[in-house]
């Protein structure tokens, strides 16, 4: 039987990321998520067909692009959410680190699932995934399910499935004024980091309105209007609260 070669539905390509791992990055943005996050600043990514690459044709192109990398750079696989072309970044980060390059994945984990056959792909992945970058949106379960449209259960269970196997993380999240900034949210968020036993880093990145364009474009509501960015002091404030260096 001939062996299904995969197939990557792809976005955009970033040639010289800066923010998406250590180093200097290749970022590919791949299509499809099913979350709908209020916030989303990339909604073009949510569905459509996207440029098809084989993984062997994505990693010939990103493998010119190399000498950029120096010592601790490498590629990042980032979306809409990766997860959902597990099988296409699989292949590609086999094919990269048969070549010693760093790769790291941007995910919210949403696909995640403790069901055998996709827990065996999952540990595919993992077993060629240096870094896993891990966007923690909010951990109360209603409130996730009504920013997101799905709960967040599984995106824990994930967490914690990587830290068991010893896998590193760094843990972001997006701060949005009066939605993911709560307090006591915040705290929890914080208990439940101190519990992975693998993270190297939390990022609190500040809500940007950079995207409100694409959902007009889109014919889509913004449902955030009026939201304002966050300052610096409320954005040190959950990054003090997060990294638990203030009470």
């Keep these: 039987m001939e062996t299904m070669i995969p197939q990557g539905r792809v976005h955009t390509l970033e040639t010289f990321g800066l923010v998406d791992g250590p180093g200097v990055r290749f970022v590919i943005f791949l299509k499809g998520c099913r979350m709908r996050c209020q916030y989303c600043h990339n909604p073009d990514t949510w569905s ?9 044709e994505l990693f010939a192109h990103v493998r010119r692009y190399k000498t950029y990398w120096k010592n601790n750079g490498g590629i990042t696989v980032s979306g809409g959410e990766p997860l959902l072309q597990i099988k ?9 680190k048969q070549e010693g390059i760093h790769t790291a ?12 056959d996709a827990l065996k792909e ?18 109360d379960e209603e409130g996730h399910r009504r920013m997101t449209g799905v709960g967040n259960a ?12 010893g896998k590193a993380m760094w843990i972001r999240h997006v ?3 009066g939605l993911t900034d709560d307090e006591e949210d915040l705290r929890k968020m914080r208990s439940f980091i101190q519990r992975l036993r693998t993270v190297e880093r939390i990022e609190v990145l500040p809500y940007h309105t950079l995207g409100i364009m694409k959902w007009r474009d889109l014919g889509i509501p913004y449902p ?3 939201v304002p960015v ?10 003090a609260l997060l990294q638990g260096t203030n009470g």
């Design 175 to 177: 701060l949005v004024p």
């Design 230 to 239: 966050p300052s610096q002091e409320e954005i040190r404030y959950a990054e």
């Design 154 to 165: 599984n995106i824990h269970e994930m967490a914690k499935y990587l830290s068991d196997h």
């Design 122 to 139: 999952f540990d595919r992945l993992m077993g060629v995934t240096d870094l896993f970058l891990l966007d923690l949106k909010m951990m």
């Design 105 to 116: 994945l941007d995910t919210a984990g949403e696909p995640f699932s403790m069901e055998p």
């Design 224 to 226: 955030l209007e009026g």
């Design 48 to 56: 459509g067909e996207g440029q098809e690459w084989t993984a062997q």
């Design 88 to 96: 296409f970044v699989t292949e590609l980060f086999r094919l990269a």
